[in-house]
C-alpha cells in the first residue's frame, strides 16, 4: 500500500472513531447539533442540493446523446464484460436497496396524509394521486444520476485510462499542475470515504429501525436501543462472514437471494391485493411524473415557509450524494466496455422503473386499502413509519409468514449493503486496490456498524438524516470537480481518436464534423510547416 493509502486510511478511521467517540460521551448534545445542522444546511443549501441533482440528469442525458456517447468505458474494441440480461441484474441488485423497502410503502401513505407543499387537503382521492407522483419523483431518475455521474466518472478512469478507481485520480490532471495542491490529493479522498460511510450507515440504520419495528408488531419485542443494538450484533456477526468468505461467494449470492424475495413479495402483493387498481396506479402515477417532471425537479418554497421539500427530497438528494461513492464504485466495475450511450439509458432507466413498480405496488396496495374502507393504515403510518409495511400485511392473507419474509428481506439487505460497504471502502482506503486486505475490510465493518449505532442512539431518524445532509455537501464540490475533469478529458480523448483516423486513412478527415474536419486539417498543416520549410532551404535537396 502507498503512503497515500495509508494516510487515506489512517486519516479516515480517525474521523469516524472522533465521531463515535463524541456521540458516545455526550449523546444529548450531539444530537442537539446534529438537528441544528440539518436544519441550517437544508434552509441555506437546500436549493443547491436540487439544482445539482437536475443538472446531474441534464448532464448525463445531454452526454449519451452527444458525439461522445459511443466512447467506451475501457479500450474502444473491448466489449462489455456482462450480457445484458447479466448486468441489468446486476444493476436491479445494486439499486435496490433496504431503503426502499423502508419507505416503498410508507412514504405514499404519509404524502396521503399530508401532501407535499400543502397543496391539497389530505386523506382524499385526490392527495393519494399526488402521493404516488412525488414517490415516483423521490425515487426515480433523479435519485439515480448521483450514482450514476460517480460511477460513470470512475469507470471512465479506471478502465479507460488505467488509473486507480478513486477521487484524487480522477482530479490528478488537475492537482499536478498545482504541485502546493498535489500534496492534498489524499483529502479529497477522505472526504470520499467519509461521505460513503455516513450515507451506508444511513441505509443499515434505516433497515435496524425497521427490523425492530416488525420484531415489535410479529413478536412483540420493545422498540429500543437495546434491542438496535441487538439486531446491529447479529447484523454484523452475519456480514462478518460474508466478508471472510470474499466478494464472489458473499455477496453475489446474497444479492441472488435479495432478488428473489423481491420479486416474489412484489408479486404477492400484487396479485392478492386489488390487482387492476394498482395496475391504473403504476400507470397513472407515471403519466404524472412524466408531466410534472421539470417542475417538481427545481421546486421550493421561498414565499410560505413550508418545511416538505426539507424532510423529503433535500434529505434524499444528499443521501444519494453521500452513497454514491459506493453504489457508483460498485455500478462502474460491472459496466466495463459499455458506451457511454448504453450506460446511461440502462442505469437511468432500469433501477428507477423497478423502484417505481415497488412504490406503485406497495404504495398503491396500502392507498386503496385505506380509501376503499379507512382501514386505518394512514394513521399507524403516521403514529410509527418503521412498523407500517407489517401493519399492511396484517390486512393480507398469511400476514404473518409476509412479515416474517419480509424482516428477512431487510436482514439479507442489511447484510448485503454493509458486507458491499466494507468492501468498497476498505478499496477506497488501499489506493484503489481490487483486493483490498482483510483486516481492512474487517476494520471498516466495526467501524461502519459504530456510526450507526452511534447515530441511532443520539437521533434516532433525524441523526441519520443529518449525518448524509452534511456529508454530502463538501462531495457535491468534489463531484463537480470531478465532471469538468470527465468533459475535459473525453473531448481529448475524442481529439485523439479523430487525429489516428485521419492518418489511417490518407489524411481524409473521418468521422468528424464539417468543423472538426477543418480543425484537425489546420492543426496538421501547422505541424507539419516547419518540416516543409527545413526541406526548401536543405542544401541536399538541391543535388
Known sequence: ??????????????????????????????????????????????????????????????????????????????????????????????????????????????????????????????????????????????????????????????????????????LSSVTAKHPKVRRYGPVLDVFAVVATVMGVATSLGLGVLQMNGGLHFVFGVEESWQWQFIIMGVMFCAYMASTWSGLDKGIKRLSNLNMSICIALMLYVLFTGPTLDILKTITLGIGDYLQNFIGMSLRMSPYDGNDWNSSWTVFYWAWVIAWSPFVGTFVARVSRGRTIKEYVVGVLIVPPLLACLWIGVFGGAALNMELSGDVGLAAATDANITSALFEMFDLMPFSNVLSVVAILLIFVFLVTSADSASYIVAQMTDAGSINPPLYKRVVWGVLIAAICLTLISTGGLKGLQSASVLSA????????????????????????????????????????????????????????????????????DHH
Not at 468534489?478 to 489511417?504: C, F, P, T
Not at 478527415?509 to 505541424?527: C, K, M, N, T, Y
Request: net charge positive; proline share 5%; hydrophobic share 45%.
Open 1 to 170: 500500500m502507498t503512503s497515500g493509502g495509508k494516510r487515506v486510511f489512517s486519516a479516515s478511521v480517525i474521523i469516524i472513531l472522533g465521531l463515535v467517540a463524541l456521540g458516545a460521551g455526550f449523546p444529548t448534545r450531539f444530537g442537539e447539533l446534529a438537528d441544528q445542522a440539518l436544519g441550517a444546511v437544508t434552509s441555506m443549501f437546500g436549493w443547491f442540493y436540487l439544482i445539482s441533482v437536475f443538472g446531474f440528469v441534464i448532464f448525463l442525458v445531454s452526454l449519451a446523446l452527444s458525439k461522445y456517447g459511443k466512447i467506451r468505458l475501457g479500450p474502444q474494441d473491448c466489449r462489455p464484460s456482462y450480457s445484458f440480461f447479466s448486468w441489468v441484474s446486476m444493476l436491479l441488485a445494486a439499486g435496490f436497496g433496504v431503503g426502499l423497502v423502508f419507505y416503498g410503502m410508507a412514504e405514499p401513505m404519509q404524502h396521503y396524509l399530508k401532501p407535499p407543499f400543502g397543496d391539497m387537503p389530505g386523506e382524499t382521492p385526490e392527495s393519494a394521486r399526488y402521493a404516488i407522483q412525488y414517490a415516483f419523483f423521490n425515487w426515480g431518475v433523479h435519485q439515480w444520476a448521483a450514482f450514476s455521474v460517480v460511477g460513470l466518472i470512475i469507470a471512465y478512469f479506471q478502465f479507460r485510462k488505467g488509473q486507480a478507481g478513486l477521487v484524487s485520480s480522477v
Open 473 to 540: 455537501l463538501p462531495f457535491t464540490f468534489i463531484l463537480y470537480g470531478m465532471i469538468v475533469v470527465l468533459v475535459k478529458e473525453l473531448r481529448a480523448d475524442r481529439r485523439q481518436m479523430l487525429s489516428q483516423l485521419y492518418r489511417r486513412h490518407g489524411e481524409t478527415p473521418v468521422g468528424a464534423d464539417v468543423f472538426e474536419a477543418d480543425s484537425l486539417a489546420e492543426e496538421d498543416r501547422i505541424r507539419r510547416a516547419p518540416d516543409v520549410k527545413n526541406r526548401r532551404v536543405n542544401p541536399r
